[in-house]
């Protein structure tokens, strides 16, 4: 099990639409591995846009992402990133 702290820097947190792009990335390029986060004393599997925005993952919150499966280190840098991307839409 490979484990990464990522930081919240969309300004409007992980909503709907980063949720989205989370979750289908996982499913297209990931779909044999799991995926978990924890944020404020709350864990979740990662399959589920309710379960992520519940969450509440506002600008600048922490969250410890962990990941099993082949290739872990791959997917936990991949699916981190996400997490640490700007996705306000449109991109400004």
């Known amino acids: ?48 846009m309710l379960a992520l925005i519940s969450l509440g993952l506002a600008l600048g919150a922490q969250a410890t992402l962990r990941c099993t499966g082949q290739n872990e280190e791959a997917a936990i840098r991949r699916i981190g990133d996400l997490f640490e991307t700007e996705f306000d839409f449109p991109a400004r």
């Open 1 to 48: 099990m490979k484990e990464r702290v990522v930081t919240i820097r969309n300004r409007a947190g992980i909503h709907c639409r980063p949720s989205g792009v989370i979750l289908n990335t996982i499913n297209q390029e990931f779909p044999y591995h799991r995926f978990e986060i924890e944020a404020g004393g709350n864990r979740i599997e990662l399959n589920s």
